[in-house]
């Protein structure tokens, strides 16, 4: 894991698109394609709108996102695929100005069987080579939604679990829903296993609510009690910090 500090949160996102930017054009220069994996919610939007920005050749990239909530119709305002769709897809598809754009694979977390649609996604994206994952962070240091202790021995690609309720929490205060007894308590989550196939980790942290995680994940042991410190383990991981989010940290970290 490496470390990439930016004074201002723009700075940061435009940071990380720009490294993921790198990373999707030497796929497709390699291979002739990309699949890329997205994660959502605030942390992510600076990112996402410089992501959008880039010269790349969106008709050869495969998408694929973290999660999304067991039980929420996908118009929902705190539904992920109406996030990615929103934020993402539908803006892509008009700065492209009718050229195509690839394939983006949602979680359907409306189904009735949250089983079936883990084996599905596992299926579809078992068969590809993850060149880039785009990821974040979240205040409990969960990975996804692998809230702690997560798994990290299953190597299925996606499934069910349980969200806690600081995760839970979380979510209410970023204002995705009114009360905690409104967010879901079930999501169907990427495996921590499934994110470490990635030949390349792009993780943007934002934020000083997030600073107790971020040094958990840096400085802490590689535990299932951190989530997100099995990033330590991949070679080809940078987390992308502005400095409220990086201010816990116990080594000098520079830019």
């Not at 977390?109 to 979240?138: M, N, P, Q, Y």
Request: glycine share 6%.
């Amino acid at each position: 894991m490496t470390i990439n500090l930016s004074d201002t949160t723009e700075e940061m996102g435009a940071a990380a698109a720009a490294a993921g930017a790198d990373a999707i054009r030497s796929a497709i220069a390699e291979r002739g394609e990309a699949v890329i994996i997205l994660a959502t919610g605030a942390s992510q939007f600076t990112m996402l709108d410089r992501l959008l920005e880039s010269d790349l050749d969106w008709s050869r990239v495969t998408g694929f996102h973290l999660d999304e909530y067991v039980g929420l119709d996908a118009d929902h305002p705190a539904s992920f695929r109406r996030y990615l769709r929103e934020r993402f897809v539908e803006r892509l598809a008009e700065k492209r100005a009718g050229s195509p754009i690839g394939h983006f694979e949602y979680v359907n977390g409306s189904t009735d069987d949250s089983e079936a649609e883990c084996r599905r996604l596992s299926g579809v994206i078992s068969a590809r080579t993850v060149d880039v994952a785009f990821v974040g962070i979240g205040e409990n240091a969960h990975l996804a939604f692998n809230d702690p202790p997560a798994d990290f021995d299953t190597e299925v690609p996606y499934l069910v679990v349980e969200l806690d309720e600081a995760c839970r929490r979380q979510q209410m205060g970023e204002g995705w829903f009114a009360s905690l007894e409104e967010v879901p308590t079930r999501a169907i989550s990427m495996s921590c296993r499934e994110i470490l196939r990635a030949r390349r980790i792009i993780c943007t942290v934002p934020d000083e609510r997030k600073s107790v995680a971020v040094a958990c994940a840096v400085e802490g042991p590689v535990s299932p009690d951190c989530p997100a410190s099995i990033l330590q383990t991949h070679e080809a991981c940078t987390l992308f910090l502005d400095r409220p989010a990086a201010s816990r940290l116990s080594k000098r970290v520079t830019g």
